[in-house]
């Protein structure tokens, strides 16, 4: 099985590594990662100028590429290098994926464009702190969600995952879609100059069997996702 590994928070995030360490128990393995942050890029494609992909020795001897593009120009173009894959997996991203963060997620987007283009993709996450994660802890825990998946019949295309601390057990979940603050927070940097930060922070508790729920709770939350936004219901009143 060919494993394309990618994320959104560059080539060299620890997570990276640790996740294309776990996909090569499963398969042969390439990294096409960007050659810098790209967090809550979303879905977003370069096509204003050309990209570039480099090879990277360095990677614990890994077949690994760098792009200056986005997560979905990093599986695009490694999916074409590679003459394609059967498995793309994106993450570890530093920080959680859950409920809203989905729609803009770069970590999320590199998983959705594997799909777009054929190959199923599943992204994974897990809680950022001050200390990086415990990788050797985690790894075990990405591995039996890998088995899963695969093992599902049939198995789910298009896959978020996100892993809390500690986890003791996997709960398949839906997105839990919250109402969200969108707060603006203005400052002034250290030249005086006026700025501003926004942040999307949840203002609801999370619904049961959501993947923020389980999170929350402790288990390893796999939500299945579908790349059709029709709103179905609405759609069925409209042709009413
Ligand atoms: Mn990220």
Redesign the pocket.
């Given at each position: 099985m060919k494993i394309l590994v990618s994320n959104?928070?560059g080539i060299h995030s620890p997570g990276l590594l640790a996740l294309a360490e776990v996909a090569a128990q499963f398969g042969e393995v390439m990294i096409c990662a960007p050659d810098a942050e790209q967090?809550a890029t979303g879905q977003a494609i370069t096509i204003t100028r050309p990209l570039a992909m480099h090879p990277v020795r360095s990677l614990a001897g890994f077949n690994a590429w760098r792009v200056n593009g986005t997560p979905s120009d990093c599986v695009a173009l490694g999916l074409y290098k590679w003459g394609g894959a059967d498995l793309v997996l994106s993450g570890i991203?530093?920080?959680t994926n859950l409920g809203n963060d989905v729609w803009h997620s770069?970590?999320v987007a590199a998983a959705k464009q594997a799909v777009l283009l054929g190959v199923p993709g599943y992204a994974f996450s897990q809680a950022a702190g001050p200390d990086e994660p415990n990788y050797s802890q985690q790894k075990p825990h990405i591995a039996q969600v890998i088995e899963v998946l695969l093992g599902s019949q049939p198995a789910p295309r298009l896959a978020n995952i996100n892993l809390p601390p500690n986890p003791h057990g996997l709960r398949w979940t839906h997105q839990s879609v919250r109402a969200y603050n969108g707060k603006v927070v203005e400052a002034h940097d250290p030249m005086g100059r006026p700025h501003l930060w926004f942040s999307a922070i949840p203002l609801t508790s999370p619904d049961v069997n959501s993947d923020r729920w389980a999170y929350d709770n402790g288990y390893v939350s796999i939500t299945p996702l579908r790349l059709d936004l029709t709103d179905d219901a609405a759609l069925r009143n409209l042709n009413a």
């Open positions: 959104d928070d967090s991203n530093l920080g770069g970590t």
